[in-house]
């Protein structure tokens, strides 16, 4: 997925929650034209950046593709991140210049790795009635921004971790599940599915920050009360979250160890400075080697153009935003 607003400034503010925990309402990005499906974003906030190395989370759906259009994201490209796709109904096509073409599933988390340069396509699709997913982000630390292209696959199981909580555990550990799938730091990311009038306490790493998303129903989260659509965030520190879920919840927990390092985000690029972003739209703009070419994506738009830089150097951004 692309994020469309590259010289956009984010003017959302945090609300605050209870003991340690910040409410993030999200905000509607339209992807495309009119007709186009809208996301709902919370990650990266003004005043907050990452979540552990997690620095990217649209949420979406659930949308009937017959009204909307559906998903129709043409090759695009990516610098210094992981991207992580996941789904709860429909299906989507992927493509990259690493040669893969796979489908993006429910219960099964594609993993795909843009360091030095990667460019790939998502179609909705035409199997596809509901489109309802996230899509986030990684930012790789800058000993491991120039990785190698990469694409990760798991069907991810199913685990009943208490007595109304089941989980599927597609990044990390969580209560003794774990991927598989590679990372470049510590980070969790899992699907809760939590019956009615359930309370549990979650066993987190205490070094980690936590994040949990809620996508459909509601509950409580370090008792801080969160609605679909709201990112409730936790320092580091607890080694258990309460989560109460007074109606049967569907929400995603995400953790990482604090990112300390400073980088500056634009448009669908990661990187150090302000020249490395303006290199990367560069060799994107005169389709250079760095990105390679996605075969096999038929839509109407060959692939995305990068928007212009703006007219002052891009500052670089760190875990809370301090603007000068």
Same mark, same amino acid.
Request: charged fraction near 20%; hydrophobic fraction near 40%.
């Given at each position: ?124 699709? %035409? ?10 982000? $990684?930012?790789?630390? @800058?000993?491991?921004? /120039? #990785? +190698? &292209? ?107 160890? %604090? ?10 690029? $990661?990187?150090?400075? @302000?020249?490395?972003? /303006? #290199? +990367? &739209? ?43």
């Amino acid at each position: 997925m692309t994020n469309t607003e590259a010289g956009a400034e984010l003017e959302l503010c945090p609300c605050p929650g209870g003991p340690g925990v910040d409410v993030l309402r999200p905000r509607l990005v339209p992807l495309g034209g009119p007709r186009a499906m809208t996301v709902r974003r919370t990650l990266p906030h003004r005043d907050r950046s990452f979540v552990g190395a997690w620095c990217f989370l649209d949420h979406y759906g659930p949308d009937d593709v017959a009204r909307t259009g559906g998903m129709d994201v043409a090759p695009h490209p990516h610098t210094g991140l992981q991207t992580v796709s996941w789904l709860f109904d429909g299906q989507i096509e992927h493509r990259d210049s690493a040669g893969v073409h796979a489908l993006v599933r429910p219960g099964e988390v594609n993993l795909m790795t843009g360091g030095a340069g990667i460019a790939h396509s998502e179609v909705s699709t %035409p199997a596809t009635r509901f489109l309802h997913g996230v899509q986030l982000w $990684i930012v790789l630390p @800058h000993e491991h921004r /120039a #990785a +190698a &292209r990469d694409f990760q696959h798991w069907p991810v199981p199913s685990t009943v971790l208490a007595d109304g909580v089941r989980a599927r555990t597609f990044i990390g550990e969580l209560a003794g599940r774990t991927s598989p799938l590679h990372t470049f730091t510590p980070l969790l990311g899992a699907e809760l599915l939590l019956d009615r009038d359930v309370s549990w306490a979650v066993p987190v790493r205490p070094d980690f920050e936590h994040a949990l998303l809620i996508d459909a129903g509601a509950a409580r989260v370090a008792g801080q009360p969160l609605t679909a659509g709201e990112l409730g965030i936790l320092d580091s520190g607890p080694s258990a979250v309460v989560i109460e879920a007074a109606e049967p919840t569907r929400a995603l927990l995400l953790g990482g160890v %604090p990112f300390a390092e400073e980088v500056v985000m634009w448009w669908n690029f $990661i990187g150090a400075d @302000h020249d490395e972003i /303006a #290199a +990367a &739209r560069a060799d994107w703009e005169q389709h250079a080697d760095r990105f390679g070419e996605v075969a096999g994506y038929t839509g109407g738009t060959a692939r995305l153009p990068a928007p212009a830089l703006p007219g002052v150097r891009l500052r670089s951004r760190g875990r809370i935003r301090r603007d000068s």
